[in-house]
């Protein structure tokens, strides 16, 4: 994998990880596997009725296991509107400190702390990134939107719900997420059938990532399921190898206050400044 890929990779990775698109290791016990076997049905169905709700707020913990500073956890809070893949974010990043972070597709909108020599100009707070630009569709094979299969970008991870292995979905058992009483259900993804409703062209630059990646078609998921069906919680840990380093990476997302009112909007012009045509020329960005 080239430097500018993983860069690339890396930072927009992390804003869909923020933005709602992960998932990370269980993190609540259970009593022990009560029904294994269970038909998928239960998770998919849940899938359904939480998209239905349109909207939710979320919070998110992304634990970065392997890397040269050890551990790396961020956290976040925000909201998503499932119908439009609109997002918002504020998270603490370690290194770097409280940012926020916005999303409607295409448009990434990322805020730094202000801090003394900082590179944007004068005025400037926000940077804006084309994810359809050349620049990302060169470093990932495939414009964004493509890479998606929608502009719904948020909820990709919860469409991941629909290709759960047809091996069945185990009953973990009771927990309490947010207060809310859930049932938590273990799956397994099958990345390589999530992908095929996807064109060629998009289904061999998702496979050359995962290759270079180091990443397995199968990963394991957790879910937390209330009694309206909806999911409050969605976990999953994936190890992969970047640049000959494994990396083990979890992400929890947690969903509450359903249908709440939320908008997002794009970050004042004159405070933006646009990075899309920069990403390629950023240093350690070259190929190589």
């Known amino acids: 994998m080239t430097s500018r890929t993983r860069w690339t990779a890396g930072t927009v990775g992390a804003a869909l990880l923020l933005a709602g698109c992960g998932g990370a290791a269980s993190s609540t016990g259970g009593t022990a596997a009560s029904a294994p076997g269970r038909s998928p049905d239960a998770v998919l169905t849940a899938y359904q009725r939480t998209v239905a ?86 470093a990932l094979g495939a414009s964004f939107s493509q890479l998606t299969g929608s502009a719904n970008v948020p909820t990709d991870s919860l469409s991941y719900l629909q290709a759960v292995s047809a091996q069945g979905v185990t009953t973990v058992g009771p927990a309490t997420v947010r207060g809310v009483p859930t049932t938590e259900y273990s799956a397994t993804i099958d990345v390589s059938k999530a992908d095929q409703n996807r064109s060629p062209a998009v289904r061999s630059a998702l496979q050359k990532l995962q290759s270079e990646l180091g990443t397995s078609s199968l990963l394991p998921v957790d879910v937390w399921i209330d009694a309206q069906g909806q999911i409050r919680r969605e976990s999953l840990q994936e190890a992969m190898t970047a640049g000959g380093t494994k990396i083990d990476v979890g992400v929890t997302v947690e969903f509450f206050d359903f249908g709440a009112p939320v908008d997002v909007a794009p970050p004042p012009a004159d405070q933006t400044v646009d990075i899309s045509s920069m990403v390629g020329a950023l240093p350690g960005s070259s190929g190589g």
């Open 53 to 138: 709700a349109r909207t939710a707020s979320m919070s998110l913990d992304e634990t970065v296991r392997g890397t040269a500073n050890g551990s790396v956890a961020v956290h976040g809070t925000g909201q998503v509107d499932f119908t439009t893949g609109a997002a918002s974010f504020s998270m603490s990043v370690p290194s770097i400190g409280p940012m926020n972070m916005r999303l409607l597709n295409p448009m990434l909108y990322l805020q730094f702390p202000s801090r003394p020599g900082t590179a944007l100009p004068a005025g400037k707070s926000w940077v804006s990134i084309d994810l359809d630009s050349p620049a990302i569709t060169s």
